[in-house]
């Protein structure tokens, strides 16, 4: 047998001469038949990850906002927003700063007690309407505290006047300080009977007033009655150190007379 005869170890089959030789694979990132080949990965790694999707989409559709965010606000009309303060607070929001909101018309905000309070002096106070007030006179009388007989005495005049009841009327008074009382008691005998009698009114008037103060009034008014009687007393006193001075003077005058001196 020939060694070089092609049917030797087993029959061939015969070749055809009109048959394309088979084109090897196309490499990565060339195209076959007009489409683009993906480049092949790497031996040991998988596909390559596609990039994301642009302006946060997958696939045409939005990307929804992560939990606990709202959905973006787009600007308002103008392409800016407005400045701080432009929207009026909501309610429960915070204070707005000083500034913020632009003044009432008017030019400026009202005063504090601009607005007149409401209809009976103010509000009620919690839990109902107060207990009306007990106006019912308390019949103060001023002078009570004053000792039955006064030591200081109305100096000698031409007027007609009950003196014991003028002394007492101005002893009791509690508008008077003792100065002005003792500055009255000294000016009578250049006084006129009408200034007499205008001052008489004045204090009898004075007397009916204060009685006819309710109760409330009537610790203050035990508080200047004292006050009053304590001044009067004091002026009692001075004037009767003075009266002993005069009476000292006086006898020592008359001594000296009767020596010749």
Do not use: C
């Amino acid at each position: 047998m020939d060694p070089n005869d092609n049917n030797a170890g087993g029959a061939q089959p015969p070749k055809d001469e009109n048959k394309q030789p088979t084109p090897p694979p196309p490499a990565g990132g060339q195209q076959v038949g007009g489409v683009p080949t993906p480049p092949t990965p790497p031996p040991g790694q998988g596909s390559p990850t596609p990039p994301p999707p642009a302006g946060g989409q997958h696939g045409g559709s939005p990307t929804p906002p992560s939990p606990g965010q709202g959905a973006p606000v787009p600007p308002p009309q103008g392409g800016a927003y407005p400045p701080p303060g432009a929207y009026p607070p909501q309610p429960g929001a915070y204070p707005p700063q000083p500034g913020a909101y632009p003044p009432p018309q008017g030019g400026a905000y009202p005063p504090p007690g601009a607005y007149p309070p409401p209809q009976g002096g103010g509000f009620p106070p919690a839990g109902g309407a107060p207990a009306p007030e007990d106006t019912t006179p308390a019949n103060f009388q001023l002078g009570t505290k004053l000792p039955p007989e006064l030591k200081v005495k109305v100096p000698k005049n031409e007027l007609n006047f009950d003196e014991n009841h003028f002394i007492r009327l101005l002893a009791g008074s509690i508008s008077l300080s003792k100065d002005e009382k003792k500055k009255i008691v000294d000016s009578i005998p250049k006084l006129k009977q009408a200034q007499v009698d205008e001052l008489v009114r004045i204090f009898e008037e004075e007397k009916q007033k204060f009685a006819a103060l309710s109760k409330k009034h009537v610790p203050q008014l035990e508080k200047l009655a004292q006050q009053h009687n304590d001044e009067w007393m004091q002026l009692e006193d001075e004037v009767t150190q003075s009266a002993a001075k005069h009476e000292d003077a006086g006898k020592a005058d008359e001594i000296r007379k009767n020596l010749g001196l």
